[in-house]
């Protein structure tokens, strides 16, 4: 079965991102005053194949782990669905 | 005494380490990132750079090099491994030290000579022999993620481990707020292993090791680590 994996990075609540300060800075001088807060992260997709969603999601978690994430400063979640057919 | 630079796709600052060691009377040869033999070094460099143009993340994809695992080796055995800039940061990544690096605070590129004060008692590491504690010196920084982090604990035993060898200060040595240039966690630039024998720094001392090019500050670096194989590669 291949599967696709959407994963997202982002820095950890605890560590200051200033690429986010910057953001929210500039979204509030163009006048959207109601921010309060801007963090950034970034989405990678993997596309895999595995012999099912378990193996697949116990795949995609070590990936994050070993290399998509640097989890002394980053968080990471992910979500994965059946790609589809072609 | 021969230092063993490693080069990965991207790295840009091994031929200054060359240039400044042979300046200062140390052979200097090149290892691929492909290799597997660190043979026949009395020191490893992991110069500065952009390791496969920072992809990911800086030094990520660096650290699974084929040759890490032998620098991981070499590091065990207690030989001396230095990572600057980029080679920090794949040090870091590794796992041979502790702690992150993050962008800079001012999400600026900082390029610019840097007073940066000595840390670490001169026998702490094989790199500091020649320096003294308390000492300030002018290496060169450039970089863009030089924002060093480690968690509470992780940074309370570093500093009580005295593995802190480097911070940035201002011109009379003191690490003030104005003179660290990128957030670095209580002014660091520069860390050691517990042993002491891998050590990390954002500065470039290769950048400053002969007075004709603006400074020879970096020089005591190299002449630290030859001073220490010519010793027999004990902390004296």
Redesign the interface.
């Known amino acids: 079965m291949v599967y696709v994996a959407d994963i997202v990075v982002t820095l950890k609540n605890s560590i200051l991102d200033p690429q986010g300060d910057a953001v929210k800075s500039a979204l509030k001088s163009m006048g959207y005053t109601g921010v309060q807060d801007v963090r950034i992260g970034k989405r990678i997709e993997v596309r895999l194949e595995a012999a099912g969603e378990a193996e697949c999601r116990k795949t995609v978690d070590e990936m994050c782990a070993k290399l998509l994430a640097n989890t002394v400063v980053e968080a990471y979640d992910f979500s994965i669905r059946e790609a589809p057919g072609r | 005494m021969k230092f063993g630079i490693i080069v990965f796709p991207g790295s840009n600052c091994d031929r200054d380490v060359q240039t400044a060691a042979r300046a200062v009377g140390y052979d200097a040869d090149f290892i691929w990132h492909t290799d597997t033999s660190v043979d026949g070094y009395d020191c490893l460099v992991l110069p500065g750079g952009f390791s496969y143009g920072d992809y ?2 800086t030094a ?2 660096a650290r ?1 090099s084929p040759v890490m695992e032998s620098v991981a080796r070499y590091a065990a055995s207690g030989r001396p491994v230095i990572g600057i800039c980029n080679g920090f940061q794949v040090l ?2 590794a796992g041979l030290l502790h ?2 690096m ?6 600026k590129f900082i390029c610019k000579p840097q007073r940066v004060r000595v840390e670490a008692e001169s026998a702490r590491t094989p790199f500091t022999l020649q320096f003294r504690p308390g000492q300030v010196i002018t290496l060169p920084i450039a970089h863009g993620e030089g ?1 060093y ?3 509470g604990e992780t940074l309370a035993r570093m500093e009580m481990d005295g593995q802190v060898v480097f911070r940035y200060c201002n011109d009379s040595g003191e690490p003030t707020p104005e003179s660290n240039p990128n ?1 670095s966690l209580c002014n660091i630039a520069g860390i050691c292993n517990k042993a002491g024998n891998v050590l990390g720094m954002m500065p470039h001392p290769e950048r400053a090791a002969e007075s004709i090019l603006g400074g020879a500050d970096g020089r005591l670096l190299f002449d630290s680590v030859a001073q220490w194989v010519q010793g027999g590669g004990r902390i004296a």
């Open positions: 990911l993340r990520a994809i699974f870091l990544e702690g992150a993050l962008r800079n605070t001012s999400c924002n982090y480690a968690d957030g």
